[in-house]
């Protein structure tokens, strides 16, 4: 009795394991009937696949986004958008790998630039016809293709224009009898009124380490008044080390560390942590882009601070040669169609749609999720936060159109962001910092 | 019985499924990475050239970012034998000598930080050791330890030692647990007998309890070594190697090389570096710890 | 005199466990507040309204009991496998006759010391082109191939200390091979068994990298995962993530608590025997 009961035991472990074994073969096999089936059936029911790196899908650009997808949905009943949406440091990497697997996703969020790059050479994104975006019913602003374009060929739509500004909080600065800063000193005054009160001047995302490239692009244009010395640079058309407006930027930057201008913890701080600190009235400034215009409306946040939330511009450097007015714009994020893609005319059809100023451009604007790429009507109900960003930019000067660390190949950026990460965490000094953007630059030009 | 344990069939039921498995996740992805790694590709399906021993000349030469990975690397796995495992084995004789229920409750309490994920324990003390409202700043005010007060992870100086003492919080009941077992299986009446001679206290320990220990330490220190070197999951969430590489580790270092600066090529050169050191730390050592077990 | 030694170690013992326990009572207590009460100068505070809506949150927005119940489908999965292949291949490499044994042991001990992460992208790789992405077998096979080395590691180990008159015995009763692994060598090596379950469950109930890179579908994802991906979306609502990471950490400690037992008794036998 006992025996037989064992041996039916063995035989049903030896049935799982077969099971098992069978199960994968059926597994793959389904998949690929799968994605021939749906083929064939491209009048009946599509589903397309949009990759995303705005997981918030209820407030800022996600909601944004959504909301064009819905009504794409809403007017095209037979078309299933799926949306996969993570993290934005997750989404590079996943990017990566679906770009080593061809995944068949068929619209994804770019990031223009370095990251853009590799996906064109690895043949992942599809070649636009800058043809098909002119006109009203589109409405880009010029040289919004730049950073999108390689070899003269277009790649992918941008969805903002993004600019560095400096978030602040009004009721801070008021309190504590704070002056907004129109100059470096200003602001480095400021800082030490912030923290003789104990409170944390500027908060950053050190752990990511962008910000600070841009930071310090935004400064070395206020310094030598030209926003393509850093990009010819980078080009290596001249050399960081022998321009010297570089090394003062540097200087610059090692000053905001001597008045402890960030928070304690900048070196760990992820983008959401200095967000908060920011938005929980903990910190006076948050040196961010356009694309948190958002914050002005975000129902999350607290009232109190949504109306202490004020905008101004990066101030001037004394005896620099940039103007106020100069600014560090660029457009960043954007969106592009896949090779991958296994309903490429659908994908297509719905791409050129969510493009369109009366979409992408008008939702994004009327939740106030960031400055568009594209002209937008204004309807009256912006927030001051939103007419303020609005007269930067329309008033912008000197626009470089691209971010620096962005301007290379994507080992550049690596390289560029382990010397700011160095520098900022205090173990190399500013002369090295700029022998380290200089051996970067030349390495990626060999 | 010879003509049983040599059944071919059986043998090839028993074996093949286990190593296929292992061929599909380890040696192949290992055979294509060693192909990558001679390429400066950006990855897959992107133009490649074959490049030789570059990657690997670069890597051994002229990448400090590595060397550093790999210090950082040594520094923890000597942080847990020196640090982590000494108080284990204390407290794992301790906890045999407390008896009862207590011992019981003790030994839960201990193990329950084993239990919980990594991603819940990385954001747990990133945000534990931040500045503005951590609990570990807050402490050292109500002890009047102000000054001590720091951003533990965010500093170079003393990056490290937190992410040690995170690991170590971590992984405290392991150690203890492995410990305290092989405390238990050494006979009662080899103490009865050394009490006899005269010894007793930490002596009687260190003569009797150590010695007979010698196994477990052995394999516990050999996977402390290879701990160390696989760090991957707790950098990754809570300093990702920063700040300026100071807690640099080889996973991360080649999952960023990997995906965030798109140079494939080269991070399969750090990959298959990475294996042989895991291998080579491995047979040292077992090499080197004189084990009964061997 | 003894009684005084008696009380230093009660002390040390309690700071310790106190250690080990405060900085999860600390997030229980910060996971019932609101965001803007992070920042109080107490180190404890209970909230005067507790923030349910951060649980709510957790569980509605976290997605919790779909990710729970992939936990435990791929856990499970995972275990059951992982403790037959380590049982066959255990007893392969130890009792059985066969000329390559000990190359291909060595082989599969390579795997405790080869690092996952290492061969992380040409996996990806190679399970796309085998249509095992996005799959509950895309993470159950690696999971299991990266705990199969430990597991035939110890059941190896506890099976030399295991004499073999009794097999011996079953062969003359007229026992197949494969009766006497199932019947008489699963029941005795039961202890490894359970130790292996156990450093399995815990491995890859908590694994997230391979989990974060192998699956896209939102359907498929399991829990660590969860709180990376609810982390993104709420990024600036700590009472919230903090609510997740709870309800995270719930269910591994109260199946701790279930087989504590089972856990110290299978480890205290594994290592003795071992």
Redesign the interface.
């Known amino acids: 009795m006992n025996m037989k009961i064992t041996y039916r035991k063995v035989n049903l472990i030896t049935t799982f394991v077969l099971m098992v074994g069978i199960l994968a073969a059926c597994g793959s096999d389904n998949t690929k009937e799968d994605s021939q089936s749906t083929g064939n059936k491209e009048n009946k029911s599509v589903t397309l696949r949009l990759f995303s790196n705005q997981p918030d899908r209820k407030s800022g650009q996600g909601l944004a986004e959504q909301m064009v997808v819905d009504n794409y949905m809403k007017e095209n009943p037979n078309v299933k958008i799926e949306v996969e949406a993570v993290g934005d440091e997750p989404f590079r990497n996943k990017q990566k790998a679906y770009m080593a697997s061809n995944e068949p996703i068929d619209i994804t969020m770019v990031h223009s630039g370095a990251d853009l790059n590799t996906l064109i050479q690895a043949k992942f994104v599809t070649e636009l016809n800058p043809k098909d975006y002119e006109g009203q019913n589109y409405n880009f602003f010029d040289g919004a293709f730049k950073s999108f374009t390689f070899d003269g060929k277009l790649y992918g739509l941008p969805r903002n224009s993004d600019y560095e500004i400096i978030y602040y909080n009004k009721k801070l600065f008021s309190d504590n009898g704070v002056k907004v800063p129109t100059t470096f000193n200003e602001l480095i005054d400021a800082a030490k009124t912030f923290r003789s009160k104990d409170i944390t001047p500027m908060s950053t995302n050190g752990k990511e380490l962008w910000t600070f490239g841009l930071l310090f692009q935004d400064f070395a244009q206020r310094v030598n008044g030209d926003p393509n010395a850093i990009l010819d640079a980078v080009d290596q058309k001249k050399s960081f080390t022998e321009d010297d407006s570089f090394l003062q930027t540097a200087k610059l930057m090692k000053q905001f560390m001597d008045v402890k201008m960030f928070q304690d913890a900048y070196m760990t701080a992820d983008y959401g942590s200095s967000q908060n600190l920011f938005t929980q009235g903990k910190a006076a400034m948050w040196y961010m882009g356009s694309w948190e215009a958002g914050m002005a409306s975000n129902e999350k946040l607290s009232a109190d601070f949504r109306n202490n939330l004020g905008v101004m511009r990066v101030p001037l450097v004394e005896d620099g040669k940039g103007k106020a007015t100069d600014l560090l714009a660029w457009n960043g994020g954007g969106y592009a169609l896949t090779t991958s893609s296994i309903h490429p005319e659908e994908a297509k059809k719905f791409f050129d749609y969510m493009m369109r100023a009366d979409q992408w451009a008008k939702a994004a604007w009327d939740t106030g999720a960031a400055v568009p790429a594209q002209k937008y009507q204004l309807t009256g109900k912006e927030s001051e936060v939103q007419k303020q960003l609005t007269d930067i930019l329309n008033n912008g000067t000197s626009m470089p159109g691209a971010s620096f660390i962005d301007f290379g190949t994507p080992g550049f950026k690596d390289d560029v962001q382990n010397a700011l990460g160095k520098f900022f965490a205090g173990t190399a000094t500013s002369e090295q910092l700029i022998a380290d953007f200089q051996a970067a630059a030349a390495k990626q030009k060999k | 019985m010879q003509k049983v344990l040599s059944n071919k069939l059986a043998i090839f039921l028993f074996v093949f499924p286990g190593i296929l498995l292992f061929a599909l996740t380890f040696l192949a992805p290992i055979v294509l990475s060693f192909y990558y790694s001679f390429t400066d590709t950006l990855g897959p399906g992107t133009k490649l050239t074959m490049i030789g021993f570059e990657n690997y000349k670069q890597l051994l030469l002229h990448d400090s970012r590595f060397w550093r990975s790999l210090l950082n690397a040594v520094l923890l796995g000597l942080g847990f034998i020196i640090l982590q495992h000494p108080v284990c084995i204390l407290f794992a004789i301790l906890l045999d000598r407390l008896g009862g229920k207590a011992e019981k409750i003790f030994r839960t309490i201990f193990f329950i930080p084993c239990v919980i994920s990594v991603v819940v324990i990385s954001r747990m003390w990133l945000n534990l050791m931040d500045p503005s409202f951590g609990m570990v700043n807050k402490l050292l005010d109500i002890v009047g330890l102000s000054s001590w007060k720091h951003a533990w992870l965010g500093d170079t100086s003393t990056a490290l030692i937190s992410l040690l003492f995170i690991l170590i919080w971590s992984g405290f009941g392991w150690g203890l647990l492995f410990y305290y077992s092989g405390i238990k299986g050494i006979p009662e009446d080899l103490y009865e007998a050394a009490h006899l001679d005269g010894a007793s206290g930490i002596k009687l320990h260190w003569k009797i309890t150590v010695p007979l220990l010698s196994p477990v330490i052995a394999v516990q220190v050999t996977l402390a070594m290879i701990t160390a070197l696989k760090q991957m999951e707790t950098v990754f969430l809570t300093t990702n190697g920063g700040p300026g590489d100071a807690t640099q580790f080889l996973g991360v270092y080649l999952y960023n090389k990997a995906f965030s600066a798109s140079q494939y090529g080269y991070a399969n050169a750090i990959a298959i570096l990475f294996i042989i050191v895991c291998l080579v730390a491995t047979y040292l050592s077992n090499r080197f710890i004189p084990s009964e077990n061997a | 005199m003894k009684t005084w030694n008696r009380s230093i ?2 002390i ?2 309690l700071v ?2 106190l ?6 009572i ?2 229980i207590d ?1 996971s019932f507040m609101k ?2 009460d ?6 404890l505070k209970w909230p005067s309204s507790p923030e349910w809506t951060n649980y709510i949150n957790a569980w509605i927005d976290g997605k919790f009991p779909e990710y729970l119940f992939n936990s435990v489908l791929v856990s499970a ?1 995972t275990i ?2 992982t403790v ?2 380590s049982l ?2 255990g ?2 490499f130890t ?4 000329k390559l044994r000990g190359l ?1 042991f060595s ?2 001990l ?17 399970f ?1 082109a ?4 996005d ?1 509950y ?1 895309g993470l159950i ?2 999971y ?3 705990s ?2 430990l597991g ?1 590691f110890i059941l190896s ?1 506890f099976l030399r200390s295991l004499p073999k008159e009794i ?2 015995s079953a ?1 003359i009763d007229g026992c ?8 008489i060598i699963m029941p005795l090596t039961m202890p490894a068994l359970v130790t292996i379950a156990v450093t399995t469950f ?1 491995s890859c ?2 694994e ?2 391979m989990a ?2 192998f699956l ?1 579908k ?1 359907s498929l994802k399991t ?3 969860s ?3 609810f ?8 009472g919230s ?2 609510a997740v ?1 709870v309800l ?2 719930i269910p ?2 109260v ?3 279930l087989f ?1 037992e089972q ?2 008794k299978g ?6 025997k ?1």
Not at chain 3, 95 to 98: G, H, K, L, S, T
Not at chain 3, 130 to 133: A, D, E, V
Not at chain 3, 231 to 238: F, L, M, R
Not at chain 3, 267 to 272: Q, R
């Open positions: 170690i009660w040390i013992f310790v466990a250690g080990q326990l405060f900085p999860l600390w997030l910060f965001s803007s992070f920042f109080t100068s107490a180190v999965t059951i496998l037959i292949f066959l291949l007893y392969a009792r059985m006759q066969w291909f082989i599969i390579l795997g405790i010391m080869i690092p996952i992460h290492a061969t992380l992208i040409p996996n990806f790789a190679i796309k085998l249509h095992l992405t799959t077998l096979i690696p299991t191939a990266v199969v080395p035939t180990g097999e011996e062969v197949s091979i494969y009766q006497i692994v199932f019947r815990i109930w908590n997230f990298i974060a890179t896209s939102d829990l660590p995962f709180v990376m991906n982390a993104g979306q709420y990024s600036s609502d700590y993530q903090f990471m995270t950490s591994a400690i199946i701790y608590a504590n856990i110290t480890i205290t036998a594994g290592a003795v071992g």
